[in-house]
Structures are given as C-alpha cells and as structure tokens.
C-alpha cells in the first residue's frame, strides 16, 4: 500500500509538472493576451494592458477590457481602430507609461488636451491645465521695456515741447538746472525735461525711420 501510494503520489506530481508552464502562461497573461495593438489614425502604437489599465475611469481602460458597451471595431491585422490624431497620442501613451508629461516644441498642449479629454484621463487632463495656465502667467508677465529721454529746453519752449509729445511719447519729469541766461531783455530759466516711450515688441536700438514728432524731440536732446 505504500509503495502504491507512493507511486500515485508521483505521478500526480508529474502530471501537474507537465500542465505548469501552460498554467502559468494562463494567470501571468504572457502571450498575445499580454499586448494591445492600436491604430491610432493609421499609425499604429503597441503597448500593454497594463499600460492602458493606468486610469479605470479611461476609454483606454474600457477598450482594453474589451467592455461590450464600447463600440469598438478592429482592422485586419487585429488593431484597435481609433480615429484621433497619431500626433497627440503619443504624449498621452508615455503619460500613462511612466506617469510623465513629456512634449517636443512643435507640439501644443491644447492639443494634448483635447486628446486627453477625448480619453478621460483625468489625471493628465489637470496636469496640462496647470501646464497651459502656468505658461499664460509667465507670457502675460513679461516686463514692459521703455526707452528714457532727457531733453534740455528753455522755459519758453515748454509748452512747445510738450504739444509735441506724440508717438507714444509721455512727459515723466521736470527739473529746474537751477541757472539762468539773458536772452535778449529777459531773463530764461532752463530745464530738464525727461521723457519715455514703451518699446512695444521691439528690440532696443532697432533702425527703424522715426517720425517727424519724434525727430523734434531727438532735435532738442541733442543740445545737451
């Protein structure tokens, strides 16, 4: 009776040796099971389940679950058809691999966006909202540059001078040099007169012609 026992007892271990492999095959998903083809707009991506299954609330978690709610439809070569752009997709694929947002200069994150909103992924949809806002901040902060005049002038020539700030240019002070010279019979004070003028997306020193209101200006600066 032993040795029958033994016997029936090895021989069960063999057998259940001999179905392992497939077994382990079966609950570790290796095989055809294990990766999903995508034709993402006629470009194809290969990726995992596992990948896909990153966001349970996604489409991409549906799809890879096969959901009988999903219409989703295959190509001949067994490929998931999805009609998106390829270009924005594959930002959304790395994200939902290594959980970062990664993006070449030619791409827009509105674009990415919208994809990611196509997709539900929640996570990468409020990643790219800060992205987007963070970038308009710093666009919206950029300092305004301006460029500084000091004009010398006598009191009489004030008012002149000041009917003919134009072109965008703005009276910013006035300072008395505290001396005085005959003119004639009379007595003129002389001033300093500092103007300014935004450079409106323009590089300081440009060559560009100025108008005949600015020449004026530039004429009286040169008697300093």
């Known amino acids: 009776m032993a040795e029958n026992s033994s016997e ?66 295959k190509d001949e070569t067994g490929a998931y058809l999805i009609d998106r752009d390829p270009t924005y997709f594959g930002p959304v694929l790395n994200y939902l691999r290594h959980g970062k947002l990664v993006l070449n200069r030619d791409l827009a994150e509105e674009g990415v966006l919208e994809e990611a909103e196509f997709y539900n992924i929640t996570s990468l949809i409020k ?13 919206s902060q950029v300092p305004v540059k301006h460029v500084y005049r000091v004009l010398q002038c006598q009191e009489e020539e004030l008012t002149q001078m000041v009917s003919t700030m134009s072109d965008g240019w703005k009276f910013e002070q006035l300072v008395s040099i505290g001396s005085s010279y005959n003119y004639g019979n009379e007595d003129q004070a002389e001033f300093l007169c500092v103007v300014s003028k935004e450079l409106h997306n323009q590089s300081y020193g440009t060559n560009s012609e100025p108008s005949e209101k600015a020449k004026i200006l530039q004429e009286r600066g040169s008697r300093m």
């Open 127 to 139: 990643l790219i909202k800060d992205k987007i806002r963070e970038r308009d901040c710093k666009t």
């Open 8 to 73: 029936t007892s090895g021989s069960v271990h063999r057998r259940c040796l001999a179905h392992s492999p497939a077994e382990r095959n079966i609950s570790s998903g290796v095989g055809a099971s294990k990766w999903i083809r995508l034709n993402v707009g006629g470009t194809y991506f290969l990726t995992t389940r596992q990948t896909l299954c990153r966001d349970p609330k996604s489409f991409l978690y549906r799809l890879s679950q096969a959901d009988p709610e999903l219409d989703s439809d």
